[in-house]
């Protein structure tokens, strides 16, 4: 079964200073791997994606991840985290499976970002 | 270009109502998906509809929950006899090929702004 886990619920950073928000997961077979990002009262939108090449994405508004497939990780990362960052951030994966499942993404609970100026 | 829009984007019902969700996908894209996100527990699929056909609802309570995608018009989410653990934010996504065969954009699921359902 996929599953996707992020082990925080929330993550505190100061405002500048670099960013981490960690996910981990699991899928038979090759995954296809997202982040996703919601602000209040607003839908999910997408920021990046992993699917096959290079193992750092890079994303919408400066963000990127970086896929390890030995720790079946896809953590997402910023530099220089902003106020307007501040949101819930959404980690997703679908397996790489054209012969049954229609491929529906499996989100994880979502980690709520916190910068402060 | 119009994204994908939910009415009502506030719901508030009594125990036992009936309550309806509409989902307008984006432009072209004729395949919608609906999630249910409860707090704490992020966000969980129910249905994948193509026009006209339920392609995947093994994310939908056996009771009491529907979901319809006619030729014409919005897909519809609908919850009969609602209970308080009804309550959620429902969300629709809809992209232009089925996941499975979109190669290019594969996961990138466009979502409307939610419909908030709150259970009296």
């Known amino acids: 079964a996929q599953s996707v886990a992020q082990p925080e619920d929330q993550v505190n950073v100061a405002e500048g200073n670099p960013l981490t928000v960690k996910c981990t997961y699991s899928v038979s077979g090759n995954p296809y791997l997202f982040w996703y990002v919601q602000y209040p009262n607003r839908g999910l939108q997408f920021l990046l994606k992993?699917?096959?090449?290079?193992?750092l994405v890079k994303g919408s508004y400066g963000f990127e991840a970086e896929f390890n497939k030995s720790q079946t990780s896809f953590h997402l990362k910023k530099p220089s985290a902003l106020v307007s960052d501040s949101a819930l951030y959404f980690c997703a994966v679908r397996a790489l499976d054209y012969g049954g499942s229609q491929g529906n993404l499996i989100f994880g609970k979502g980690t709520k970002l916190s910068v402060k100026p | 270009n119009a994204g994908v829009m939910q009415n009502p984007r506030h719901l508030v019902r009594r125990r036992g109502q009936e309550a309806r969700l509409r989902c307008s996908p984006m432009?072209?894209?004729?395949?919608v998906y609906w999630y249910r996100q409860l707090p704490e527990e992020g966000l969980k699929f129910m249905v994948y509809?193509?026009?006209?056909?339920?392609?995947?609802e093994s994310g939908m309570p056996k009771e009491r929950f529907s979901a319809e995608f006619p030729k014409e018009g919005p897909s519809i989410l609908r919850i009969q006899q609602v209970v308080r653990g009804d309550s959620a934010a429902y969300f629709c996504a809809s992209s232009p090929l089925p996941l499975v065969r979109d190669r290019k954009n594969t996961g990138k699921l466009f979502f409307g702004e939610g419909s908030r359902l709150t259970v009296l």
């Open positions: 432009k072209g894209h004729s395949h």
């Open positions: 992993y699917i096959t090449g290079d193992n």
């Open positions: 509809l193509q026009k006209e056909n339920i392609i995947d």
